[in-house]
């Protein structure tokens, strides 16, 4: 079992959406989370960094920890097409999961 | 203020050649993380460097290596080269080695013929 789950998409919505994107994770010790966006041939940037459970909102944003059955979520509202990206969760230091193409469509 | 710069861009080599790819930290960060990125395989930890020392490896052979110099700036070495080692190299680095917030640069992409 991958330390960090994310199922990879791609996963297609209309402008204006609710995205939903989600991860699991094995490891109990993790303490913080985050979700990085990656555009096209370009680097992974930070878009949301959690500590421990609980939800921080950033904008449109939200990211959501829930750390008694290990789920880490990130939710974009309105969504828009500029969102278009690869999605990636981060448990602990080092582990990613595998990314999770969105494709917002105008 | 400079990001985390990596070079080459792209590099060609073939199998059983030998790379090595270069990582500029942002100035002031001294850990410096670096990933491998396959098509379908998500990012792959490779090697956590951190003051110096190496402080943790992924799960890839010994063929995969590196260093950090105490300008803080780093190399991977790939030996012995292989088709399956084609991928995006991503360098990142962090200013807090607690907390993982990492900044990645471009990349590296090395196409092993």
């Known amino acids: 079992q991958k330390e960090v789950e994310q199922d990879p998409g791609p996963l297609s919505v209309p402008e204006g959406a609710i995205v939903s994107l989600n991860c699991t994770y094995s490891?109990?010790?993790?303490?913080?989370f985050m979700w990085y966006r990656q555009y096209s041939r370009k680097g992974p940037e930070l878009l949301m960094y959690t500590y421990s459970s609980g939800n921080k909102e950033d904008g449109r944003f939200t990211a959501q920890v829930d750390k008694s059955s290990k789920y880490i979520s990130l939710f974009i509202r309105d969504s828009q097409p500029s969102d278009s990206a690869t999605y990636l969760c981060k448990g602990g230091k080092l582990i990613f999961g595998q990314g999770t193409e969105l494709s917002v469509k105008p | 203020e400079a990001g985390v710069t990596q070079s080459p861009t792209h590099l060609i080599k073939t199998r059983g050649q030998q790379a090595t790819l270069r990582c500029s930290p942002i100035?002031?960060?001294?850990?410096v993380y670096w990933y491998q990125q396959a098509l379908g395989l998500g990012l792959q930890f490779l090697l956590w460097y951190d003051e110096g020392e190496e402080r943790n490896r992924g799960n890839f052979p010994p063929r995969f290596s590196g260093r950090q110099f105490p300008n803080y700036s780093s190399e991977l070495n790939v030996n012995a080269l292989e088709l399956e080692d084609s991928a995006l190299y991503l360098c990142?680095?962090?200013?807090?080695?607690?907390?993982?917030?990492?900044?990645f640069g471009e990349g590296s992409r090395l196409t092993v013929l």
């Open positions: 490891n109990s010790a993790f303490q913080y």
């Open positions: 990142a680095s962090s200013l807090d080695r607690y907390t993982g917030e990492l900044f």
């Open positions: 100035s002031g960060h001294t850990s």
